[in-house]
């Protein structure tokens, strides 16, 4: 009799849990049918956290071993997580009102721990509501189905669970379709419009000729935009000079939605008095449109992590002048995804904040409302959302520095190999693109025989800006069978790029690239 006793209080623990488990995965859904892909579905908040106290090692290791796949690991992680907490404080609230005597509102009393985590983790009250009333609503099922079951119903657990995952699995497709359909429809709200002249397009004089009747001058923009179409290579494989699916890393999977009208950047720390420029303030200044280059400091030497816009904004030297800052060391940016990285104040000098990317506003992925970009330096330090500069008196370790990684300092130089195709002729193509941050690049050479003997490529013109990649082609005569093909840069001081791969840890990938061709 004890053992079959025990046995059932074994078997009512697994079910009590299985249904908690549950009543976590259904208030993942629920959070996330009311806010979708957003800072107000509760997995964001927790991924955060994880990205921030996770030791370095484990994200050294995603980054190099696993890649982009180990982004997706983080999201799956932080989701799992998530369901466990929430699951644990449903079951929690069911036991409460159980022990109070009060096993039909076992599911109201559940939801609530659910909704004041998720409020705690969002600050969305209404939007918690969501997750609140998902979790309650499994468990009042579970319920229902354990008070309809039949005195001879051999089953009465099974039933229970089954209708608790029915539950889920109902609520998790309804969560995905409302959750996608208000992220879809969540962007950025417009922001204010600049004085005329001061958005990089001229005059401001092109609607007047349009209602004239009159073809409109082209901007500034696009006459930048149509010199780096003509001076780019038309190759299979190879991206233009102003690339047409720009790469970004982020800490969490889940961008920041700031709108123009929030958002403002603040000066402070080592400073007279602090200051601070909201949108208004820094699209009446006037403009400055510039191509440039972002090399992130995690990708593989051959990667495609580097890329390259027209980034228009105003220079952060005025802004700093405008503040008073005094000559210091360094600075700490911070960004609204609790980004936060370091690096010298006369570099922060050199460098942008934007708002238009490739003539359009700035996207959300790419730091919407204003971003960094820091001509030169490793993509890590071109903070995106960007809302604080803090002026520092002595070094510190910013977010990367802090997992054991040195990338805020100049960009290694490197010459990818990207495309390879026969041509008409059967000669071979082979073609990339080649950066080395504000030292330029002045030539890039090609072996077809594995490193003994090497030949100048053709680049492309190069185009206006202080740290922009070129592009490169070769063709050749194949020799028979398999070779080896290596390509390597010399930067414009004449320095020739590093043979020996390091790869990405610490400080960026570096080394020649070679590919072996059929």
Request: hydrophobic share 40%.
């Amino acid at each position: 009799m004890k053992r079959q006793e025990l046995t059932a209080a074994a078997r009512e623990r697994w079910v009590v849990a299985l249904v908690a488990l549950a009543a976590g995965g259904a208030a993942v859904a629920g959070s996330y049918a009311a806010a979708g892909f957003t800072p107000s579905y509760v997995v964001a908040p927790v991924e955060t956290v994880l990205a921030r106290y996770i030791p370095g090692v484990f994200i050294t290791f995603a980054i190099v071993v696993l890649g982009d796949l180990g982004k997706q690991l983080s999201l799956i992680g932080a989701t799992l997580l998530a369901v466990l907490v929430l699951g644990t404080l449903a079951g929690l609230g069911r036991a409460i009102a159980e022990q109070a005597g009060l096993r039909p509102l076992a599911g109201p009393f559940a939801g609530i721990p659910v909704w004041g985590a998720t409020v705690a983790l969002t600050g969305r009250p209404v939007l918690s509501l969501g997750a609140g009333l998902a979790a309650a609503l499994v468990v009042s099922l579970a319920g229902l189905a354990g008070r309809m079951t039949r005195a001879d119903d051999p089953s009465p657990d099974r039933r229970r669970v089954v209708t608790s995952l029915a539950g889920l699995a109902g609520l998790g497709a309804a969560g995905w379709f409302l959750g996608n359909r208000r992220t879809s429809s969540g962007g950025p709200a417009a922001p204010p419009t600049p004085a005329a002249g001061q958005d990089g397009s001229g005059d401001g004089g092109s609607d007047a000729q349009a209602a004239a009747g009159e073809t409109p001058a082209p901007t500034e923009t696009e006459m930048l935009l149509a010199e780096a179409e003509e001076k780019s290579f038309d190759i299979d494989g190879l991206e233009p000079l102003v690339s047409e699916e720009f790469y970004h890393v982020d800490i969490s999977s889940v961008n920041p939605q700031v709108q123009a009208q929030d958002w403002s950047l603040s000066v402070t720390g080592a400073v007279p008095e602090e200051t601070s420029f909201d949108y208004q303030d820094i699209i009446e200044r006037e403009s400055t449109l510039e191509f440039s280059t972002l090399r992130c400091v995690g990708e593989r030497l051959n990667g495609k992590k580097t890329d390259t816009a027209l980034w228009e904004g105003v220079r952060v030297g005025d802004l700093l002048e405008a503040a008073n800052v005094p000559d210091r060391c360094c600075v700490m940016a911070r960004g609204a995804d609790s980004f936060f990285e370091e690096f010298p104040v006369a570099a922060l000098r050199e460098s942008l904040l934007v708002y238009r990317m490739n003539g359009a506003l700035l996207p959300r992925a790419h730091g919407y409302p204003a971003r960094l970009v820091v001509p030169g330096h490793w993509g890590e330090i071109h903070v995106k959302w960007v809302d604080e500069l803090e002026i520092l008196d002595e070094p510190a370790k910013g977010y990367w520095e802090q997992k054991g990684w040195h990338g805020t300092g100049p960009v290694n130089t490197v010459a990818k190999l990207y495309a390879v195709n026969d041509r008409p002729d059967g000669r071979k193509q082979v073609a990339g693109h080649s950066y080395a941050g504000t030292r330029g690049i002045r030539t890039v050479e090609v072996s077809t025989d594995g490193g003994s003997t090497w030949n100048e490529a053709e680049l492309t013109e190069p185009l206006p800006g202080r740290a922009v990649w070129r592009q490169w082609k070769y063709e050749y005569e194949p020799p028979g069978g398999t070779h080896e093909v290596v390509v390597r840069a010399v930067d414009g001081e004449g320095t020739l790029q590093p043979q020996e791969d390091s790869g990405p840890y610490p400080s960026g990938p570096s080394g020649w690239v070679s590919r072996r061709v059929d």
